[in-house]
């Protein structure tokens, strides 16, 4: 039986060092955070519509989980922001290696 909340991974299982680029790699990451994020929205959306129940008990159990789902997607939103801050990092700098080497090329 499949697991419905397992999500697939997109990177190469397989992948040779000889192969690592670090702008796929960044991206692939930031592609997972995405998804987790996502989850986590969809959780805290999920968790903000339950009904409070009638036992204290039951309530206080309700509110930590609420804001342990709130934490939960805080974290993520925050990786994702830092993932786009990485891959714009990254993009100017390999702009910037491709412009030195652009310079440093001998004209024919």
Do not use: N, W
């Not at 129940?53 to 989980?65: L, Q, S, Y």
Request: aromatic content about 2%; glycine content about 2%; hydrophobic content about 45%.
């Amino acid at each position: 039986m499949s697991d419905p909340c397992h999500l697939h991974d997109t990177t190469a299982s397989h992948a040779q060092p000889d192969d690592f680029r670090p702008g796929d790699a960044i991206e692939s990451l930031r592609a997972a955070i995405l998804r987790v994020d996502t989850l986590a929205q969809v959780a805290r959306d999920s968790a903000d519509e339950l009904r409070y129940p009638g036992d204290a008990a039951a309530r206080r159990a309700v509110v930590r989980m609420q804001i342990l789902v709130e934490q939960a997607a805080d974290e993520a939103s925050t990786a994702l922001a830092q993932g786009d801050r990485l891959m714009a990092a990254l993009t100017k700098h390999l702009q910037a290696q491709r412009d030195d080497h652009a310079l440093a090329a001998p004209l024919d």
